[in-house]
């Protein structure tokens, strides 16, 4: 299906995927795949914004070099723009890491991190409150620091799975999707 969608047919992003409309039916596939499926369980994937948007808590991953775990972060974005959000992350080397939010929205995909996805947590905009408690949960847990490379027992991962515990005790993210993220860390 290499000449597939036809030329000159709109491709519209949503969320991390493209979708494109062909003959009345909708197809979709991740963004960076080749490979187009049929949307058969939601026609309704070209819909307009939703008036009351709901805001979607991710953890995002960025691959690294060969042989290093992947960058975790926490990704917020409301579902009218599911691409453009606020990262909340540690980043640098893992003995004197630094906590570097975006300022203001970025393109998850621009920014790389979009390797793996997992929503943590959908909530409405009426419980606003949420985004401003992530903001505040993140910039209150202190980035990993050790003396040395050999001292390093802590990365970004564990960074966020902190950040992760705290929201769990917000009631913001469900506890199972703790056990879930947990069971995704690799080794320091």
């Known amino acids: 299906m290499s000449d597939f969608p036809p030329p000159g047919t709109p491709i519209k992003a949503r969320g991390f995927r493209e979708?494109?409309?062909?003959?009345?039916?909708?197809?979709?596939?991740?963004?960076?795949?080749?490979?187009?499926?049929?949307?058969?369980?939601?026609?309704?994937?070209?819909?307009?914004p939703v008036e009351n948007p709901r805001l979607f808590l991710y953890l995002v991953q960025e691959k690294q070099l060969p042989g290093e775990p992947n960058?975790?972060?926490?990704?917020?974005?409301?579902?009218?723009?599911?691409?453009?959000?606020?990262?909340?992350?540690?980043?640098?080397?893992?003995?004197?890491?630094?906590?570097?939010?975006?300022?203001?929205?970025v393109n998850v995909a621009d920014a790389g991190l979009c390797s793996n996805v997992y929503t943590l947590a959908v909530v409405s905009q009426e419980q606003a409150m949420a985004a401003r408690v992530v903001k505040e949960v993140a910039?209150?847990?202190?980035?990993?620091?050790?003396?040395?490379?050999?001292?390093?027992?802590?990365?970004?991962?564990?960074?966020?799975?902190?950040?992760?515990?705290?929201?769990?005790?917000?009631?913001?993210?469900?506890?199972?999707k703790l056990e879930v993220v947990r069971s995704l860390m690799e080794a320091v």
């Open 139 to 176: 910039e209150s847990e202190l980035p990993p620091q050790a003396e040395n490379r050999k001292a390093v027992t802590v990365n970004c991962q564990g960074w966020t799975v902190r950040v992760i515990e705290k929201l769990v005790k917000e009631k913001i993210v469900m506890p199972q």
């Open 19 to 48: 979708v494109c409309e062909v003959d009345g039916r909708t197809f979709f596939k991740k963004k960076g795949a080749q490979e187009w499926t049929e949307n058969t369980s939601n026609p309704e994937e070209l819909k307009p």
């Open 71 to 105: 960058h975790w972060a926490l990704f917020l974005a409301d579902e009218n723009e599911p691409d453009y959000g606020y990262v909340y992350q540690v980043s640098g080397d893992a003995e004197a890491m630094k906590y570097e939010p975006s300022t203001e929205k």
